[in-house]
């Protein structure tokens, strides 16, 4: 059996990162290509551009703010067009995954990824999402390589809304459980191979990790403090995560977030969010320890995220409602199989049902959670 794991090539995090930036660009080439969402380019770019000043040329690219394929392919053309040697993503998911997707379709330039908030673990994954002209997800694109360079300012990241780490740390919890199963369950990871031992370790930590300093790095990013809890939790939602889902595997958690984006009312949600609802369902899904389910959603409220079909702005959904979420994560080739186990329709609807209902229970005090320790 032949196992395999990816990383980003240099990971660096901390308050004021980005000024260490200009010390590692210059071994990847002598021009950059930037690319910044649109929203947070007035106070980011200039900050990018002291920071790395001397250090590269640098090259703007008018990025219209969605990861559409043709706008990934623009991004490649003006890459090659004037000789830039990486690309430098900057923002939240649609600015890096554009960068991916131009570094993609280029071939020659490398990817340098500064994340200014962290709702997912996508920083140092080579994994981009492409969507349609009318904005609708139409699929995944894997890159070549993962990013040559990710920079994480813990200080930006501590003052953007708490609601973007809360989204975060939902995805990164999902990643033991889901890398468990699908090691369990013999699948091939994202590099075509079976997990190493290293991936399941790293899985591990990042759930240990978020359960212990997750709600408290919340409150800190509530106030702006890059504190040691909130450092943490970073590592732990960027790092760990991605190595623990690109080298471990996705499963049920995430194929029930593919189902429910197919419902009008989440488009709005984050990614984490819907994983959130997801990874509960799937819980009840593997028939999970008792202990387990009042852990998660205990966390899960303290991280103040979707417990119920409510909380994702669904109220009351009927069956048939559920089965269009159900019928899309049961597409072939979807991660909700890297299970163990086989499920069918039912199955699937059944462990949604019964997060929603344990959710509104809590919520009313009607449930009993289990002590700690």
């Known amino acids: ?44 770019m200039p900050r990018t551009i002291k920071a790395i000043a001397g250090a590269v040329e640098l090259e703007f690219f008018d990025f219209a703010g969605e990861p559409e394929e043709n706008e990934m392919r623009r991004l490649a053309a003006a890459v090659a067009a004037r000789g830039c ?14 960068a991916k997707g131009g570094v993609h379709f280029c071939g020659t330039a490398t990817l340098v990824v500064v994340p200014t908030i962290v709702a997912s673990d996508a920083p140092c994954s080579k994994n981009a999402v492409v969507y349609a002209a009318d904005h609708s997800v139409m699929g995944s694109l894997h890159g070549r390589a993962n990013p040559a360079l990710v920079v994480v300012d813990t200080q930006i990241i501590a003052a953007a809304p708490s609601r973007f780490l809360s989204s975060g740390v939902a995805d990164g919890l999902a990643t033991w459980f889901e890398a468990r199963s ?5 699948r091939c990871n994202f590099t075509g191979y079976r997990a190493t031992c ?6 591990r930590q990042c759930y240990d990790t978020l359960i212990s300093q997750g709600p408290t790095a919340l409150l800190h990013c509530d106030i702006g403090l890059a504190s040691p809890a909130l450092e943490e939790v970073v590592e732990a939602t960027t790092l760990m995560s991605t190595i623990g889902f690109e080298s471990g595997g996705l499963a049920a ?48 409220r303290a991280m103040r995220l979707p417990l119920t079909f409510s909380d994702l702005g669904v109220e009351n959904p009927t ?31 059944s462990a949604m049902q019964a997060a929603d209902q344990y959710g509104r229970a809590l919520r009313t005090g009607s449930v009993s959670l289990s002590p700690r320790g």
């Open 1 to 44: 059996m032949i196992v395999s794991a990816v990383f980003p090539s240099r990971y660096i995090q901390g308050r004021e990162a980005l000024q260490e930036m200009k010390h590692h660009l210059a071994a990847l080439g002598g021009s950059a290509m930037l690319v910044v969402d649109p929203g947070i380019a007035e106070w980011m």
């Open 85 to 98: 040697d990486m690309v430098i993503g900057i923002g939240g998911g649609k600015a890096i995954d554009t």
């Open 182 to 186: 699908s090691i369990a369950a013999g």
């Open 198 to 203: 290293t991936a399941r370790a790293i899985a």
């Open 253 to 300: 958690a995430h194929g029930f977030h593919q189902g429910l984006s197919e419902w009008q009312e989440t488009c709005e949600l984050l990614h984490g969010e819907k994983v959130a609802f997801g990874l509960l369902a799937s819980l009840f899904l593997i028939n999970e320890s008792k202990d387990v389910i009042d852990e998660t959603f205990e966390f899960f």
């Open 319 to 349: 069956d048939d409602k559920l089965r269009i979420a159900v019928r899309r994560m049961m597409k072939p080739g979807e991660c909700t199989f890297n299970e163990p186990l086989e499920y069918e329709e039912y199955d699937y609807l």
